[in-house]
């Protein structure tokens, strides 16, 4: 697996991460723990080194199995969690306070079986509370051996800006994909300016992109993308434009659309990393085969003018949970 470095960091992570969120969270029921222990100790075999998770995905639950299941690859693995709502609990509101980043260092720390957070992200920026205080926070932290790097999670460039000034922030992590492209505008710039990493969520689109899921996929009661007007059978239909696509230009590279879609998003800067999720051993291996995919310049320019003429049908989020992102 090729290495990357987070903007002009020393962290250097694989090429392709892996996101744990849906081991027990949002994807419906979660996944048997020793299954998961078992995947993720693959990922390390195969050459995987950077492994997201956050206290919010259970809750508390996905850092505890991150940790058993790193526990033995400690010193060879790079491990980020995540802190900014109440209690843990995605639904009660945020709090990003510096008494209660301090509190959710500490306990992450134990769930995690670490003396170290490697990277440690506001999960979503809090309105009341000003980010230099947040920076302060994780700068204290950071002294005190605690944390290593500071990230932020879907930040507006104003906060990141400010955030940056008090505390240099190794990357920023925010929903990135073929069919969501909005940090081009101005996060990507942004991120160019300041040496910052990028860190690409739901790289696949929830899915989407893998091709594996049409107007007549069906999903758990409890699976989040239930909730999303993105994923409305009506939407799904209109949006396979976008995996037609991917499919054309992966038969021509021996490649399956998600290895196209992961491909595409390392061809665009040298400091991006995206952190595809899966619960499946295929699909772990599919994913980082995409790291193999290379993509030439007029492959490039012919996605990006084929995915020009396709608009993407329904928001990525509600209302509710746009208006909790900064972008």
Not at 100 to 105: Q, S
Not at 107 to 117: E, G, M
Not at 171 to 187: C, F, G, K, M, T
Not at 292 to 299: E, G, N, Q, R
Request: aromatic share 8%; glycine share 8%.
């Amino acid at each position: 697996m090729q290495k990357r470095k987070l903007g002009t960091s020393n962290l250097e992570v694989s090429a392709i991460g892996l996101g744990c969120m849906g081991m027990t969270f949002s994807y419906g029921p979660p996944a048997d723990k020793q299954d998961m222990i078992s995947l993720i100790r693959t990922a390390v075999e195969r050459g995987v080194t950077f492994f997201d998770t956050a206290e919010v995905y259970g809750p508390f639950n996905n850092e505890e199995l991150v940790g058993e299941a790193l526990a033995p690859f400690r010193d060879r693995v790079v491990i980020a969690t995540k802190f900014g709502f109440k209690n843990g609990d995605s639904t009660a509101g945020l709090d990003s306070r510096p008494e209660r980043i301090r509190a959710v260092a500490d306990a992450s720390l134990k769930r995690l079986r670490t003396d170290r957070i490697d990277l440690f992200y506001q999960h979503r920026v809090d309105p009341a509370v000003p980010i230099e205080e947040v920076a302060g926070a994780v700068k204290d932290l950071i002294r005190q051996g605690k944390a290593r790097h500071f990230g932020l999670s879907e930040a507006g460039v104003q906060t990141i800006r400010r955030a940056h000034a008090v505390q240099p922030i190794t990357a920023v992590q925010s929903e990135y994909s073929l069919w969501w492209r909005r940090p081009e505008a101005e996060l990507l710039p942004t991120l160019t300016e300041l040496g910052i990493g990028f860190v690409a969520y739901s790289p696949l689109g929830k899915g989407f992109l893998t091709g594996k899921i049409d107007q007549n996929t069906k999903f758990d009661s409890t699976d989040f993308r239930n909730r999303l007007p993105r994923f409305t059978p009506e939407a799904r239909k209109t949006n396979q434009a976008l995996i037609d696509l991917l499919g054309a230009i992966g038969a021509r590279k021996k490649a399956t659309p998600a290895q196209i879609a992961l491909a595409w998003l390392l061809a665009q800067k040298p400091w991006i990393v995206p952190i595809p999720g899966t619960t499946k051993l295929a699909r772990l291996e599919e994913n980082i085969g995409a790291a193999s995919v290379a993509l030439t310049s007029d492959d490039l320019r012919e996605i990006d003018r084929a995915a020009a003429r396709i608009k993407v049908e329904g928001d990525r989020y509600p209302e509710s949970l746009e208006r909790m992102t900064g972008l």
